[in-house]
Each structure stands twice: as structure tokens, then as C-alpha cells.
């Protein structure tokens, strides 16, 4: 199979989606598929793939001040005509980039499926829906995500509910330390921006440690926040930001960890999906805490392989984070628990699911002659 990868950011850029691009296109190319990316930002190419050569078009350029992702897709539509034929293109981004490679896709014959990594923006309801008309199928990482399609007019049976997929090879071939868990130590993960709500930790990380002053919070990551998340951390107040960190030190970091949280809150334009590194938390048996906003359902079933607290409350947060780290039995059993669940979500597994979908797109989109 041919297909045709498209997503306006890939490694090393960082993100939960970035890396779920790079790490399909590897496992694709191993089943011995032809992949074509299309990107903008970023320069990391599996071994194997072919890239898909853009130039600037009249219609990218007039685009390119009111959005470059809407200049990347005109560019992307323009190439598309001038590709020897794909099987499929596979689209990773939303109603954007749809609006524009969907009535191409359809001049060309071709099936367009769309993953969408994250929730959907609150903001342009008409034109999403107008603009996500034209493709075949559709992969939500969540079930947020599955249910903000849905708002716009998507047929629940076009859609297919998925997780992002782990490497488990890597994470399972780490080193064991003999140190095991550090007592107090807490970990996040995630680009500093206001959709990931780091402050909220932070704020409930000072309470905790007001009465537990051995506690330690590290949130590794990079973003236009680390400047005010500094300021509120404070100096010699256990809290640091060392910024982006290699994939295998960050993994270290949280096997470490009594408690892995992510904070996320849903905003106007931008939402989280099912995040990566939780994923990878449970996977490398750290307890989990998500708030409702950054819900794992329905990729990981198992309820008690996790905790969540409602989005926005730093009092929820205090009460369960404090659980948590108070309590030895609970961490081993979601450790447990955790690891479990995680293991059915391995890149191999993941993708076979991935295709089995894309059938739906090939046998009754515009490439399966409808």
C-alpha cells in the first residue's frame, strides 16, 4: 500500500503527535507499506520514507496570512496532483487542514482519513463541520475527541476510537535500578502552554509540600510558559523546570516517580487527546493522576489503573495527590495495574488496528469506487 502521510509538525518538534507520526511511519514501513510524508516543521524521516516535495503556490501564499497551517495543506493539495497515484492519504490534524486536502482528495479520486490527536476547537462549529464532510474516515485518540466529531456531524461509524501506541520495546528494555521509586518525587510531562494547566500543579505541589517538605516536582518540557511557571515554582521551593529532556532520561525520570500528573484543562480552541505520557507512565509502572479533561477513556478500561480529580480544582488535586503518595499500597496496585493496561497498546498492535480502519476508507471511500 501507498500512502501519503500528512502532518504539519514531525520530530524534532516536540509532542504526543509528533512522535506518534514518526513511530507509525516506522512500524508501516516494516510491514513493507510505501510512505510519502508531508510536513512543514521538523526534519526527522523514518528510514525508508520518501518525503513529498512542496513549493509555494498562489493559493498558499494568499493563505499564509491568515494561517501557515492552511498554506501547508494548499501546498500539500498542489503536490498531491503531481504524486504518482496513492493508496490513501492519511491526514494527522483536524478541520484545518481538511478544509483544504478534503475537496482535493475528492477531485483525485482519492480516500482521506483523518487522526485527530486532541479535542476540537469550541470556535468555527459551522466551518468544521462544513470542512470535515469530505473525509472517508476518521481516528480519534479519545473519546473527547470521538464526541467532538460527532457534535460537528460525523457519523459515529466512520469514526474509529484509538490510543496512540507505545513503544514498549524501548520502555521495557530500560535498566532497572536498584534505588526503585524516590519517596516525594513527582513528575509531569508536557509543553509548557496554558492547555496543560502546569501552574495548577504547582499551586497544589506548595500545599502538599507545606506539611511535607521532602516532596520534589519536575516538569520536563519546553513552551511560552516557562518564564511564569518559574516565577510561581519560586526559588528553592522543590519545583524544577529543566526543560526538554532526551526520550530515554525522561523515562528514567518518571520510572522513578511516586506519582505521575498531568493537569490539562480544556480551552476555547485546543484540548487533549489521550496524552502519550501518561501512556508511557503507566507503561513504566508509575502511578497515574489525570485531571477529567485529560481522561484516558477509553483506551485504558481499567478504572482503578488510575486516579483523576476535576479539572480546575486545586483542592481535588491536593486530596489525591496526597492519597497517593501517602499511601504504599495504593501506588504498588496501580503500579500493577497500570503496567497491565499499558501493554496492550504496544506501536505493532496499535497499528494493525489502524489498518484494519484504513479498509473502511478504502472499501467505501472515493478510491473503492463509490
Known amino acids: 500500500m501507498m500512502i501519503v502521510r500528512v502532518s504539519y509538525r514531525v520530530p524534532p518538534e516536540p509532542g504526543g503527535k509528533e512522535r506518534h507520526v514518526e513511530c507509525l511511519t516506522r512500524e508501516q514501513l516494516n510491514r513493507g507499506h510505501e510512505v510519502v510524508l508531508a510536513f512543514r516543521r521538523g526534519k526527522v524521516v523514518p528510514e525508508g520514507a520518501k518525503v513529498l516535495a512542496t513549493t509555494p503556490?498562489?493559493?498558499?501564499?494568499?493563505?499564509s496570512a491568515k494561517s501557515d497551517v492552511l498554506a501547508f495543506a494548499a501546498e500539500v493539495g498542489r503536490a498531491l496532483r503531481s504524486c504518482r497515484t496513492p493508496d490513501l492519504v492519511h491526514l494527522h490534524g483536524d478541520h484545518m487542514e481538511a478544509s483544504i486536502l478534503g475537496p482535493v482528495c475528492r477531485r483525485l479520486g482519492l480516500p482521506l482519513v483523518l487522526t485527530v490527536h486532541a479535542a476540537l476547537s469550541r470556535?468555527?462549529?459551522?466551518?468544521?463541520?462544513?470542512?470535515?464532510?469530505?473525509?472517508?474516515?476518521?481516528?480519534?485518540?479519545?473519546?473527547?475527541?470521538?464526541?467532538?466529531?460527532?457534535?460537528?456531524?460525523?457519523?459515529?461509524?466512520?469514526?474509529?476510537?484509538?490510543?496512540?501506541?507505545?513503544?514498549l520495546r524501548a520502555i521495557t528494555s530500560l535498566p532497572q535500578t536498584s534505588s526503585g521509586q524516590q519517596p516525594g518525587l513527582v513528575v509531569s510531562v508536557g509543553s509548557l502552554e496554558p492547555m496543560k494547566n502546569h501552574a495548577l500543579l504547582i499551586d497544589a505541589f506548595h500545599v502538599l509540600r507545606a506539611t511535607r517538605p521532602e516532596l520534589r516536582l519536575v516538569i520536563v518540557g519546553d513552551g511560552p510558559e516557562m518564564n511564569r511557571l518559574r516565577g510561581l515554582a519560586g526559588e528553592g521551593n522543590g519545583v524544577e523546570l529543566p526543560g526538554q529532556l532526551p526520550r530515554e532520561e525522561v523515562y528514567r525520570l518518571m520510572r522513578r516517580a511516586q506519582a505521575f500528573v498531568l493537569a490539562?484543562?480544556?480551552?476555547?480552541?485546543?484540548?487533549?487527546?489521550?496524552?502519550?505520557?501518561?501512556?508511557?507512565?503507566?507503561?513504566?509502572?508509575?502511578?497515574?493522576?489525570?485531571?477529567s479533561d485529560a481522561t484516558l477513556d477509553p483506551v485504558i478500561q481499567d478504572r482503578e489503573a488510575y486516579r483523576t480529580f476535576t479539572s480546575g480544582s486545586v483542592d481535588q488535586l491536593v486530596a489525591v495527590l496526597g492519597a497517593v503518595l501517602g499511601d504504599e499500597?495504593?501506588?504498588?496496585?496501580?503500579?500493577?495495574?497500570?503496567?497491565?493496561?499499558?501493554?496492550?497498546?504496544?506501536?505493532?498492535?496499535?497499528?494493525?488496528?489502524?489498518?484494519?480502519?484504513y479498509g473502511m476508507a478504502l472499501g467505501t471511500g472515493r478510491g473503492g469506487g463509490r
Open 57 to 63: 503556490t498562489t493559493l498558499s501564499r494568499a493563505l
Open 123 to 167: 470556535r468555527h462549529h459551522r466551518f468544521a463541520s462544513m470542512a470535515l464532510r469530505n473525509v472517508d474516515a476518521f481516528i480519534a485518540l479519545g473519546s473527547a475527541t470521538a464526541d467532538d466529531l460527532v457534535r460537528r456531524g460525523v457519523d459515529p461509524r466512520r469514526i474509529h476510537i484509538a490510543s496512540s501506541g507505545l513503544d
Open 264 to 291: 490539562s484543562r480544556r480551552l476555547e480552541g485546543k484540548g487533549e487527546g489521550v496524552p502519550t505520557a501518561a501512556l508511557e507512565a503507566l507503561a513504566l509502572g508509575t502511578p497515574v493522576i489525570v485531571s
Open 329 to 357: 499500597k495504593t501506588r504498588r496496585r496501580m503500579s500493577v495495574l497500570g503496567a497491565r493496561a499499558a501493554a496492550a497498546l504496544d506501536w505493532p498492535a496499535v497499528a494493525d488496528r489502524f489498518e484494519e480502519w
